[in-house]
Structures are given as structure tokens and as C-alpha cells.
């Protein structure tokens, strides 16, 4: 519990934008912090694009860029904080809602 993983959503080049590291192993409960390093706009979705039921699970919303959230006065808005304990023990994939081929994987160890 407490666990906590780094993720940061984003890159320098389109084909390059990608989660790092883009699979996270958690026990049941931990919390998982992504952070926009990016220069865009990303999100964090559940499933991947076009499959029925993505975004169920757990869906980001648009996060800011830690840039532009500085630039705000909030680089809170540049993160997203996923708490895993409303997910089974499995593993789930994930995906940017605007750049679908960004894609990560969680797998989740039972408590
Ligand atoms: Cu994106």
C-alpha cells in the first residue's frame, strides 16, 4: 500500500509519445501518479480505442502538460493519480484518448 509508480505520458516526437515505462506491475490499492511530460494535451483510459467499454475502468480526462500546468500556477493539472483499489487482480490495458496508439499496461497483484 503506498506503493507508488512514476509514469509520464509524452515525448518529443508523435511516433515517439508513448507511456514510460508503459507497463506497471501494483498490488491491489496502490496508487499510480502519471505525470505529463509531454508537450500535449494526453489522457489515461482504460482499454484501448474502439473496444467496447474503454473508459469504464478509469478515464484521466485531458491532463495538461506539466508546461502548461506550470505556466498555470497548478502542476497538479499536469497529473493524474490512479488509485487501484476498485480493480480485480488482472492486468488492463490503457491508451491516450487523442493518440490511440500511445498504450500501457497495469497488472495488479491482489493485495
Ligand atoms: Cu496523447
Not at 509524452?10 to 505529463?36: C, E, H, K, M, Y
Not at 480485480?88 to 491508451?95: C, F, I, K, N
Request: proline fraction near 6%; glycine fraction near 14%.
Amino acid at each position: 500500500m503506498g506503493r507508488r509508480g512514476i509514469t509520464r505520458a509524452g515525448g518529443t516526437g508523435d511516433a515517439s509519445w508513448g507511456f514510460q515505462p508503459s507497463n506497471i506491475v501494483v498490488r491491489r490499492g496502490d496508487t499510480i501518479l502519471f505525470t505529463n511530460n509531454g508537450l500535449f494535451e494526453h489522457t489515461v483510459t482504460s482499454g484501448l480505442r474502439g473496444e467496447p467499454g474503454h473508459g469504464d475502468l478509469f478515464d484521466s480526462g485531458l491532463i495538461l502538460p506539466l508546461w502548461l500546468a506550470t505556466m498555470l500556477g497548478d502542476p497538479s493539472l499536469a497529473t493524474y493519480t490512479l488509485v487501484t483499489s476498485a480493480l480485480d487482480p488482472g492486468t488492463y490495458v490503457y491508451h491516450c484518448d487523442t493518440h490511440p496508439w500511445m498504450t500501457g499496461k497495469i497488472k495488479v497483484h491482489p493485495a
